[in-house]
Nanobody, 121 residues
């Protein structure tokens, strides 16, 4: 089991910055990757924002490239999403997730409760 707690959301004007944090606890040694999805108002599907593997490899969704940076602090079991040059269309609930694999190969995905990001134009 993995528990994820997000923080850092809030309201900001367009062009501003926010940094989201996601702290993991529990069976963290089996986490293979962590990342962020977001769900914009009125949209049913979540959009992939960024991810980072246990080895440090990163990838970004098209909307995040060049503006967002994902990083991790292994000592604190925390992943960060630095968001710069925010736009109104970045307004969404941002969800942290963790991909987890057991020693026997069982896979699971855990989610945080979500944190609201609101960007005003």
């Amino acid at each position: 089991q993995v528990q994820l707690v997000e923080s850092g959301g809030g309201s900001v004007q367009a062009g501003g910055s926010l940094r989201l944090s996601c702290s993991a606890s529990g069976s963290i040694f089996s986490i293979t990757a962590m990342g962020w999805y977001r769900q914009a108002p009125g949209k049913q599907q979540r959009e992939s924002v960024a991810a980072i593997t246990s080895g440090g490899s990163t990838n970004y969704g098209d909307s995040a490239k060049g503006r967002f940076t994902i990083s991790r602090d292994n000592a604190k079991n925390t992943v960060f999403l630095q968001m710069n040059s925010l736009k109104a269309e970045d307004t969404a609930v941002y969800y942290c997730y963790a991909n987890w694999v057991s020693g026997s190969g069982y896979r699971n995905q855990y989610w945080g409760q979500g944190t609201q990001v609101t960007v005003s134009s």
